[in-house]
């Protein structure tokens, strides 16, 4: 096989690893540049496919758990969805107490409850320190509440 049509194909490869992001076929791309390099050097169809297998697989089991490893490393936890809420203000719009209520947080209307028992009338401050399902579990706002994060969610 030509080395052109191994070039394209890693291209493609590469491409499509722009969508999943999981530097497998990034991996597989490798090879195939690997095999384009070997057709380019003369060798025959059966080689071709011998360096592909094994340079993919070697990069895939050598390369790709480190590089996982180190962008994992590198790139800080960005909380997102629920996870975000906790830790934020809000403020009361229908009384909260241990039973319910609701809560403006970020712009949306939230059922709440008091994580101790307390009554919060409307317009007081409070701050979200867990969810659970869809209601948020407040407190008071001046108190120094350090639920945040992941953890806060169990």
Same mark, same amino acid.
């Given at each position: 096989m030509?080395? #052109?049509?191994?070039?394209?194909?890693?291209?493609?490869?590469?491409? $499509?690893e &722009?969508?999943?992001?999981?530097?497998?076929?990034? &991996?597989?791309?490798?090879?195939?540049?690997?095999?384009?390099?070997?057709?380019?050097?003369?060798?025959?169809?059966i080689? @071709?496919?011998?360096?592909?297998?094994?340079?993919?697989? &070697?990069?895939?089991?050598?390369?790709?758990?480190?590089?996982?490893? #180190?962008?994992?490393?590198?790139?800080?936890?960005?909380?997102?969805? $629920?996870?975000? @809420?906790?830790?934020?203000?809000?403020?009361? $719009?229908?009384?909260v107490?241990?039973d319910?209520?609701?809560?403006?947080?970020?712009?949306?209307?939230?059922?709440?409850?008091?994580?101790?028992?307390q009554?919060?009338?409307?317009?007081?401050?409070?701050?979200?320190?867990?969810?659970?399902?869809?209601?948020?579990?407040?407190?008071?706002?001046?108190?120094?509440?350090?639920?945040?994060?992941?953890?806060?969610?169990?």
């Amino acid at each position: 096989m030509d080395w #052109y049509w191994w070039v394209g194909a890693a291209f493609l490869l590469v491409v $499509v690893e &722009m969508v999943s992001l999981d530097l497998v076929l990034i &991996m597989f791309a490798g090879g195939a540049i690997a095999a384009g390099l070997a057709s380019l050097l003369g060798a025959n169809l059966i080689v @071709q496919i011998i360096v592909f297998g094994v340079v993919s697989t &070697m990069l895939l089991f050598a390369l790709r758990p480190w590089l996982l490893k #180190y962008l994992r490393h590198r790139t800080p936890l960005t909380e997102t969805n $629920v996870s975000a @809420q906790v830790g934020r203000s809000a403020v009361v $719009v229908a009384e909260v107490t241990e039973d319910g209520g609701r809560i403006k947080l970020v712009g949306e209307v939230w059922t709440a409850r008091s994580a101790a028992g307390q009554r919060f009338p409307v317009g007081t401050d409070v701050r979200v320190v867990r969810i659970d399902g869809a209601t948020a579990v407040v407190d008071a706002a001046t108190s120094h509440n350090t639920s945040t994060g992941p953890a806060a969610l169990a």
